[in-house]
């Protein structure tokens, strides 16, 4: 049975404890309900046009003007992520600043900022480029070289090719640079290498020739010199004191000379270094007459070639031979008799050749030419004329020689 009606002293009291309300606070009251009026009933949305309410729910329309559900801001944003985002953050906007009737500038602000997935910017600032609004969502744009959902993660260019970087690769945040190993220099293009020549730079060598090579350049002398780098100039080089000769050696500017020892029966070899035996040209068992012709072997005191003859009339004597030696001193040829103590001999004297002749007890010295003892091959020739016993038209004429050097 339904309970029975209020009786008319319940209804009196009722009715006067509304009008106390309303007589003290019914704007407050009448606020107060209608706002939760919102909450407890469907708002009917308004319609001005005829197709309005098959359009996308309005925001300003929807929950800045008129205090909005859940479900009415999911009119606005159409999709849940966005809506389940907004409630929450909107609701605080009305804790904050009173609600939509209550025509708060900051509310209005309040809320018109809480779509805006980028409003404050969650995304880092060195590394973004700009923040995009999404439904619910937020997208940052990264600049070049950093990576990562807030663009905060610096990208390694480097481990990829090696940044494209011909030689050598630097990372550092947000970016890289190339750099160029020593003797290459960085292309315009901030990557590519490509080599200096040096060369082209008149000092780099001072007075030596420059040659350029990949990533670095050589300074070159001539033969027998060196390159010294801190006074720029070709120095010459003492091989000398490099070993490089069996027993003697002299040094010279640019060049060095091997020497042997020809008194001991040695001659230079083939290789301008070493020593080896001296080896004579002609037997030594060559005898005709008994006059003797002495050629030193080397100096070494022992004849190369000895030629006995018997000269019975004044005769002129012609000798040629090639010879080559480093010593400064010798004896080269030797020519004379045994009964008149008539002779003639041909040899060095530091470096340059004398000729001695001796006739009728008398002597003669004579030296002159260049020096010789240079190690080169030389022709030498020598003509004599020694009297024969006195008598005819030689009775009384001096012995006489002649000596042509016809190479060196």
């Not at 300003?60 to 944003?77: D, G, H, K």
């Not at 300074?219 to 801190?230: K, T, V």
């Not at 007459?289 to 004044?314: E, H, N």
């Not at 009297?387 to 004429?397: D, N, T, V």
């Amino acid at each position: 049975m339904p309970p029975p009606p209020p009786g008319p002293a319940a209804a009196l009291g009722t009715a006067l404890l509304l009008i106390l309300l309303a007589s003290e606070s019914a704007p407050t009251v009448m606020l107060r309900a209608r706002e939760a009026a919102q909450f407890l009933r469907p708002r009917q949305r308004r319609a001005y046009q005829v197709f309005e309410e098959a359009k996308q729910g309005h925001l300003e329309r929807e929950c800045i003007e008129e205090l909005c559900s859940q479900e009415e801001a999911r009119e606005v944003f159409e999709n849940d992520p966005e809506t389940e985002y907004f409630y929450p953050r909107y609701l605080e906007c009305i804790s904050k600043h009173g609600s939509p009737y209550t025509k708060n500038p900051d509310f209005v602000s309040c809320v018109q900022k809480l779509p805006d997935q980028c409003s404050p910017d969650p995304c880092d600032k060195e590394g973004t480029q700009v923040c995009q609004d999404l439904m619910g969502n937020f997208y940052c744009q990264c600049r070049d070289g950093w990576g990562g959902r807030l663009c905060d993660r610096d990208v390694n260019e480097c481990s990829q090719q090696n940044g494209g970087c011909s030689h050598v690769c630097y990372n550092k945040l947000g970016s890289f640079h190339c750099a160029c190993y020593s003797g290459y220099a960085l292309s315009p293009d901030s990557r590519t290498c490509h080599d200096v020549d040096e060369c082209a730079d008149a000092g780099a060598c001072g007075e030596a020739r420059c040659q350029n090579l990949p990533g670095s350049y050589s300074c070159l002398c001539d033969e027998g010199y060196a390159f010294h780098a801190q006074e720029k100039a070709c120095r010459d080089v003492d091989e000398c004191a490099e070993g490089r000769c069996e027993q003697a050696c002299v040094n010279s500017p640019g060049s060095y000379t091997c020497h042997c020892d020809g008194r001991g029966g040695l001659k230079l070899s083939q290789d301008m270094s070493t020593c080896e035996d001296i080896l004579p040209c002609v037997p030594f068992n060559v005898a005709k007459s008994v006059k003797s012709l002495y050629l030193g072997r080397m100096f070494s005191g022992t004849p190369v070639i000895r030629l006995r003859f018997k000269r019975l009339q004044p005769t002129r004597l012609v000798a040629e031979f090639d010879f080559r030696t480093f010593d400064p001193e010798g004896v080269l040829f030797f020519a004379g008799g045994r009964q008149d103590s008539t002779w003639i001999v041909l040899g060095l004297r530091a470096g340059r050749l004398e000729l001695q002749l001796r006739y009728q007890g008398v002597g003669r010295v004579t030296s002159s030419g260049p020096v010789i003892n240079h190690g080169v091959w030389q022709t030498v020739s020598v003509a004599a004329a020694l009297p024969g016993p006195a008598r005819g038209s030689w009775a009384g004429h001096p012995a006489f020689a002649c000596i042509h050097l016809l190479s060196g």
